[in-house]
Every structure is written in C-alpha cells, then in structure tokens.
C-alpha cells in the first residue's frame, strides 16, 4: 500500500513507487540550514508497505532504505548529489543488517535472513558475496582507516580483509553469553567484542592469542543490548533495559562510570557516537529507546541536547552519515526523514566545525598501493612489542623475584597476582576455561550458599564458579569436603578474574596437595609422617608431649593442610607465606607445617589435653611468619637430601598451554600398599636415623572426610583385612613402645644435668 504526503507540502521529499525516480518538488542542500527550537526534516522518503527495524544506511552522497512489499524486499538508494533515487536490489529474504563503508561511500554491506552479508557497488551493482555465518548477521562493523570489516550475530564474529572481502579469521568465542556488538578500534589496531552480560574483550593487534578482559560493573545486574565506540577509540558505552548506561575506558581496560540517562531515556535500545560538527560538543551520544524515542546527549557533561519523537510512529532504525552531516530517521509508518546533524545541536559559535569529506584519492591510496608505509609502521610496532615484551619477561623473571623475596621477606602488595600468575607460569587458557563454564554449577556446589555464610555475593559466586570448574575438570575434587575452605583464599585474591583464579588453584592442587590427596593412610609413607619426623628430630621433646596427650600428626599437620593454613594466620600473614611456598619447591610444604608447630612449642607445652591442640590449630596464632619461614627454609635445606624430598613430593609442573592435564590424583586403595611397602623397605626411608624400628605405622587423619571411609576400599576377602587390622594395632603398640622409650631417655638425661649442677 502506497503511503502519501499531501501534495500541498513543498518539502522536498522522494516517493518510492517506481523503480527510479527524482526528488520532488526539487533539490534540497543541508549547509545553509540553521537550528531552530522546532526539528524540521530537509528531506522526506516515502516508502511502501511496512519498514524493516535496523534497514537503513546513510554515507556521503546516498542513502539505502530498504522497504516491503508482499513477497519481496527492495532496497532502494536515494542520491542526495544527483537527487535522484533508483532501485538496487530485490530479495526475497528479509533484510537484517545495513551499512554504508565510512572510507568507500559505493559500498554497502547488506546482510540477508540467508546467513549471507552481500557487498554491493551501488554505482555499477557489481556484488561480492560473503559467505561463513551459520545464524543471520545482526551488524556489520567497519572503522573509517580499519584493513578489516566485522560481522557478528550472537555467537559468532567474523573479519573479513577490506577491500578483497576475504574471510580472513574467526573469532573465539570465550564467553557462554550472546555477543551484542562487535568492533575495530583502528587506532591502536584492537578487536573489541561485547556481551549481554556486560564483558567487553579486547584482541590487541588483532592476535586471537592475546586477550584483555573486562569485567562490568559488581552489583548491575543488565541485560545490554547495544554498545558503541567512541570515533577516536578511547570510549565505550553500553546500556539495556535500564535508565542507566555503562561507560568503558579503553585505554586504561576498565569501568569507568555508571551513569543514569535523562528521564526520557527509560532503556537503550540503539546507541552511537555522531560525527563532531560543532566544537563546543566533541562528543555526542545519540541513544534510542525501545519506546521509538531518540535522545541526543552530549557525552563530556551527560546532559540531554535535544530529544526527537513523533506524536502518533515511533522511531524504528537510525542512521548517520559520516561525512556529509546528515541524519536519516526511519518510522513505523515507512518514512524516512533526513535532518541535518547542526539542527540536533544548539546554536554553534562561529568557526564551527564543517563535517570533514575524505578526498576518494586519499582513500586509494591507502588502500591501492599495498599499504607499504603502513607495514613499515607495522613492523615498527611489532617490534617496539616484542621489545616491551621482552622487558617483561625480564621483570617476571623468577630468579629476580625469588632474590627481592629473600631480601625483602616478601614480594609488593600492588604486584603480587601479577607475580603469582608469572612464577607459577600459568598459561592462559580461555578457551578450556569457557568450556568448563559453559558446564555450569557444579550439582556439588549448587547448595554451597546453605552450609557457607559469606556476606560478599561476587566473592560467594567467584567460590562458587571456581569449585564448579574444579569439579567439572576433576569429578573427585567434588568428594573433598574441605575444598572450598582449601580455595577460598586463593579465590579471594583473584576473585576479579575468574580464569586466574581457577589456573591458580589448579596449579596449587596438582603439585602442592598432591601428597594428602594421593595416598591413602594405609598405603605407607605419608606428609603426615614426614611432618611427624621433622618436628621430632628438630624438637623430641615437645613431640614427646604430644604423645603423651596422644596426639599425633592428623591433630596439628592435617588442619594446616587443609585450610592451607588460612585458619592460623592473618590474611596478610598468609600472602606471605604462600610468596615463599609458591616461590619455593612443593617439598617446602611439610616444612613450613614442621616449623609452624616448633614455633608453636610454648603454647603446645601448656596445653593439658587433646581437645587443647586442636583448638590451638583451628584458630588465628600469634606465630611470627617470618620466624616460620625462615626454619621451614633450614630444616628444607637439611632434610632435603636426608628424606629425598623433591622425590617424595615432586617437582613442580605448571599447567599445559591449551589443555588441562589428567587428573590422576585419587586415594589409594589399601590394596596398593604392597608396592609402597616395598618401596619402605629401600635402605632411603622417612625415618629417623636413629630409629630402630622397621614398621611404618600410619594413622587416618580426623579432617580427611572427603576421602572415601576405609569400608569403601575394603580388600575382596575379609582375611586380608584381617591381616591389614593386626598390621595397625602392631604397629600403634610398637610406637607406644618408642614414646615410651623417649620418655624414659629425656628423664634420664634429666637426672644426669641435676647431679652434675649439685656437685
């Protein structure tokens, strides 16, 4: 149906009932035109039939709008210079994204309900067609000097080289959540992506190897719907169902402000930067609503400039020209109207800004001569990057840490995660990280809120996130009660990025946990042994008091462990120590739990009872860290050769770049304690030199809880167990024996300093 003006209005205006046609009553210009309180359109296109959301393009010379008819879709250019306007293409598809190229005013872009993107010559209708997409492309990016054009839906991003049009690469998709925009920030060469949820991702150089993340604001809860850069890159702006709008630094990677838009503004259903025409507001900010309203606000001060609404159709799509400062306004009732950018501003001072016009020249020879001043630039900047990276690699050098460790007693608060994330050589790996994920929360964890009282929600949900990726990676982590107290600590110093934190506490699991979740009580050599042994050569006395409050390993090394000491330490205490353990080699562990309990000795020496230990080692102690440190470094360096320590608990292996490795750790049962027992035999054995007894006696520690109970490795025949149980009580009565035997030597030695004192 044919939608008509009265013929009494004579405002220029195009009606499309013909296949080609001439503004009517004539010709228009936009440059003597002033402002005015009241909006008035230079330039009226009427349509046929219903118009199409996001269908329209303006650049230069032309205008593309795209109309309906039953059965097809027209896209009609309207030639502001020539003021004429001819029908380009017909398609039977709908069309769902339209633009214009800010560097070449003949090529649009047309993207069909076919998954294909058309690039179309609108001066001769020469068409290359680009095909990848699996879902219909909802925008078409392309930067005024970017080498590159972006194409997007919800899940995926495409960049195909300008001007061949070649698909040149695809993006990864780390994030579970829909892309919402999609972009090429020319100026400093990066990619950026933008989702529903508020993340921005950053490529710099446009390497897919190299990602920057920024996370939204703690707290806004959002759905965005539409983003927009700034025109010279330094700004990001993103906003949804909300009065409010999201303002990203691109220069500095983070938030930098919430704002709240004018009461007109109720969501933001569109938003873009307009080209500068005037300098007193170099930064404008056009926003739509879902409500067909259009709020031009200026960007420096966030105050409301002017606001353009329509009495009886709402605004469907917007449009503006980069260079001929225009802007085209489609409506619900398939008009068109063109006003002019200065008319959206208020009165300008003399000497305003005329909308720049890129010589067609220029243009070619950019993009003609194989861009040879531009690779030499190119060359220039990778190699100031590989020279800033390697100046990087010097920083992060782990001697050079290790030494400002030893003299400073620790490494800088403000560098410390950055220092964590280089020494433990974490690799990065986003794509394994979204893939765990997208698995969700783990059923394990899905009640954690019930038996875990945090006040802080973002840190409660980083827990959360982080265990689920654990369990979904390793399913028998899921087992292990003390998990979330074990990560807790970690989660909290990288609780800002979730893929650190995970790497983290992987890296801390697969070499300084492996010990205790490894081997099974009953298996034979134990940390817990190791602990037990240190504290006695270095203190049997006191260990000869624990005894005889039968007291034993699992009381005072097993909470250590499982809390990663977070239980007896200060939280600044604790980033110290873990400098010196992450710095140190996964066999400084039993040390530093060793020298915790011999600085412990004079308030374990008071103690009257059991029950007394243990609550002594489920609280904060008043143990200097530093006193700690520095005995777990002398009894490492002693003991080190004595026990095979780097042996017995490993060498450490960061995680592999690209994957994660197999998560081979799990109790052993007790029918793999024959090996291990052949192993004790070897003359090189956990024990005290000075010990005579051959059996290794082992007991099961109170907190291991999330290891299976001894009944689930039962043997396949009760006489075996039978044979297992003697073997414990044997060897509990035969360590009675050696306390005992140590009791009786300390007395004696006693009796021998008193009768020297006396004569």
């Not at 210079?81 to 214009?100: D, G, H, I, P, W």
């Not at 569109?270 to 609503?289: D, M, S």
């Not at 699992?554 to 239980?567: G, I, K, V």
């Not at 005290?688 to 520690?701: A, I, M, Q, R």
Request: glycine share 4%; net charge neutral.
């Amino acid at each position: 149906m044919l939608c008509r003006v009265p013929r009494s209005s004579m405002r220029p205006r195009v009606e499309l009932e013909a296949v080609a046609g001439e503004v009517w009553p004539g010709g228009y210009d936009l440059t003597p035109h002033k402002t005015s309180k009241k909006l008035v359109s230079v330039l009226d296109v009427i349509g046929t039939g219903h118009s199409q959301v996001s269908a329209l393009s303006c650049h230069g010379s032309y205008l593309a709008t795209v109309t309906h008819e039953p059965g097809t879709n027209l896209v009609f250019i309207v030639s502001v210079s020539n003021n004429k306007f001819y029908l380009l293409k017909r398609m039977v598809e709908q069309c769902t994204a339209l633009l214009f190229h800010p560097h070449q005013e003949t090529q649009l872009f047309l993207a069909s309900a076919s998954c294909k993107v058309y690039s179309i010559n609108v001066e001769d209708g020469s068409v290359v067609v680009m095909q990848g997409h699996s879902l219909p492309v909802v925008g078409v990016e392309a930067g005024l000097r970017s080498p590159v054009v972006l194409t997007f839906n919800p899940q995926e991003v495409l960049l195909w080289s300008w001007p061949s049009m070649a698909l040149t690469n695809r993006l990864r998709q780390q994030e579970p959540l829909p892309v919402v925009w999609a972009g090429h920030v020319w100026q400093r060469d990066e990619l950026v992506v933008a989702y529903s949820c508020g993340s921005v991702l950053l490529w710099p150089g446009r390497r897919a190897t190299t990602e920057v993340h920024i996370e939204p604001p703690e707290g806004l809860v959002l759905e965005f719907r539409a983003f927009a850069a700034s025109r010279g890159g330094e700004w990001l702006v993103g906003g949804g169902q909300s009065h409010l709008f999201v303002t990203y630094c691109l220069t500095s990677r983070c938030v930098a402000q919430v704002v709240q838009l004018p009461s007109s503004c109720t969501d933001v259903f569109r938003c873009f930067f307009l080209p500068a025409v005037c300098p007193n507001y170099p930064q404008v900010l056009a926003v739509l609503t879902s409500r067909g309203v259009l709020n031009i606000i200026d960007f420096t001060n966030t105050t409301k400039l002017k606001t353009l609404r329509a009495q009886r159709h709402l605004i469907d799509s917007v449009s503006v020209s980069e260079c001929s400062g225009f802007l085209g306004v489609t409506y619900d009732n398939s008009t068109t109207k063109v006003y002019p950018l200065r008319a959206l501003l208020p009165a300008a001072a003399p000497g305003e800004v005329q909308p720049a016009v890129l010589a067609k020249e220029e243009v070619a020879f950019q993009i003609v001569e194989e861009r040879k001043k531009e690779q030499q630039q190119q060359e220039k900047e990778e190699d100031r990057k590989k020279a800033v990276v390697k100046d990087v690699q010097e920083l992060l050098d782990k001697n050079k840490w290790c030494r400002i460790l030893l003299e400073f007693g620790s490494f800088p608060e403000k560098y410390r995660r950055v220092i964590w994330a280089s020494v433990l050589e974490l690799p990065r790996n986003y794509s394994v990280f979204s893939a765990l994920l997208d698995k969700g929360t783990h059923p394990a964890y899905q009640e954690l809120g019930e038996t875990l009282q945090l006040s802080d929600g973002g840190l409660f949900k980083a827990l959360q996130r982080t265990l689920s990726c654990l369990a979904h990676w390793a399913p028998f982590l899921a087992k292990v009660c003390y998990l979330p107290e074990l990560v807790f600590p970690f989660v909290k110093v990288y609780r800002t990025n979730p893929l650190l934190a995970f790497e983290v506490t992987a890296t801390v699991i697969l070499n300084w946990c492996r010990l205790w979740f490894e081997f099974w009580p009953s298996a034979g050599v134990t940390v817990l042994n190791l602990v037990e042994q240190l504290v006695c050569e270095a203190d049997p006395s006191l260990l000869a008091h624990l005894m005889r409050l039968r007291v034993t390993a699992e009381c005072y090394a097993w909470p250590l462990f499982t809390s990663a000491f977070s239980r007896v330490v200060s939280s600044s205490d604790w980033l110290v120590l873990w400098d010196h353990l992450l710095s140190s080699p996964p066999s400084l562990l039993p040390c530093v739990a060793a020298a915790f309990t011999l600085a412990s000795r004079h308030s374990l020496l008071s103690c009257t009872d059991a029950q007394e230990v243990e609550l002594y080692y489920q609280q904060e102690s008043w143990v200097s860290v530093k006193k700690v440190v520095d005995q777990a470094h002398d009894l490492h360096r002693q003991k080190k050769k004595v026990y095979s320590l780097n042996k017995v608990c490993g060498d450490f292996t960061p995680l592999p770049s690209g994957g994660l490795p197999l998560f081979n750790i799990a109790p052993r049962p007790a029918s793999a304690s024959a090996s291990t027992q052949e192993e004790n035999r070897r003359p090189q054995t956990l024990r005290s030199p000075t010990t005579t007894t051959t059996t290794t006696t082992t007991t099961t520690p109170r907190h291991a809880s999330p290891h299976p109970s001894p009944t689930s490795f039962k043997p396949k025949n009760s006489h075996q167990s039978e044979q297992e149980e003697m073997v414990y009580v044997i060897g509990r009565q035969e360590l009675q024996q050696q306390e005992e035997q140590c009791l009786d030597s300390i007395m004696k030695l006693r009796q021998r300093h008193l009768a020297a004192g006396l004569t």
